[in-house]
């Protein structure tokens, strides 16, 4: 990538210059939100308006998809055309993850699904073996498949294998707010993978989204540490700038870390002091 003097009005968009791209459509975000656990609706509007999402979750189970009058939560959606990923939520098996998401591309009209196959109520973490069984057929029945997985390089590698959109590993518990507790493992799924990484879950504060996206993360997906923040529309501007800087900086490109010290001015040019001898 050659390097392009920038103008001044340039600055504040220039993370976003590059477009995030998933199953062939391009996204000016490179944050994906939930729409689950905020005070009332306006706050969750307002909230998702400040991120400058483009596309939300919605999980079938939890929400009346089919109620569309004035001030409903899906007119809500529809009126600021945000792109709706709807995701099987509160699956334990293949089955039930297959068949909700049948429901959810009669009812909703579109193929994209976002795959949670969950193992147990205590951890949330997702069952590998289910999860992959469930992508598989749903690809071959048409779906876009977004699976959301443990952060395992081998797991996410046999789902891009398969044909799945984008992988999405989790950085830690769902709504655990302990950010990224693997790093090793996302930078590892990134020279494992070559479709997009969506970092998903346990997301705490914007230093984890910066973090995620410095990465090499194509995007993340949060809900919790936004909907109940103690203001969430503050909090999802704070997510959107710490987006902006986390792809900006890996696209710009961090250096790498050192075990020692190295000075930052060049020995050349140097002023030779001689100390006088008494």
């Known amino acids: 990538m050659g390097f392009r003097a920038l103008k001044n009005e340039e600055y504040k968009m ?37 991120s400058k999402t483009e596309m939300v979750t919605v ?44 429901m959810a591309r009669e009812l909703l009209n579109t193929s994209w699904i976002k795959l949670e196959v969950i193992g147990d109520e205590y951890s949330l973490y997702p069952d590998s073996e289910e999860l992959l069984k469930a992508a598989a057929i749903l690809i071959k029945e048409g779906f876009v498949v977004f699976p959301y997985c443990n952060d395992d390089p081998v797991v996410c590698r046999k789902l891009a294998d398969m044909g799945c959109a984008a992988v999405m590993p989790l950085a830690s518990p769902i709504g655990s707010g302990q950010g990224i507790r693997n790093p090793n493992n996302l930078e590892l799924i990134r020279k494992t993978v070559s479709i997009p990484i969506i970092v998903d879950a346990g997301i705490g504060a914007p230093s984890d989204v910066c973090f995620a996206l410095e990465l090499g993360a194509d995007a993340v997906l949060l809900n919790t540490a936004i909907a109940k923040a103690k203001n969430p529309v503050e909090m999802a501007l704070a997510m959107r700038e710490a987006a902006m800087a986390g792809f900006t900086a890996y696209r710009s490109g961090l250096i790498p870390e050192k075990k020692f010290a190295t000075p930052s001015t060049p020995d050349v040019g140097k002023m030779n002091y001689i100390r006088e001898k008494k």
């Open 14 to 50: 220039t993370s976003f210059e590059t477009t995030l791209k998933l199953a062939g459509k391009h996204y000016s975000s490179r944050l994906i939100l939930g729409t689950s656990g905020y005070p009332n609706l306006d706050i969750m509007e307002q909230s998702l308006l400040a």
């Open 59 to 102: 999980a079938l189970r939890r929400v009346n998809v089919a109620e569309k009058s004035s001030g409903s939560f899906m007119e809500m959606l529809h009126k600021n055309n945000f792109q709706i990923l709807p995701n099987t939520a509160g699956c334990h098996t293949a089955a039930e993850a297959i068949l909700t998401a049948h």
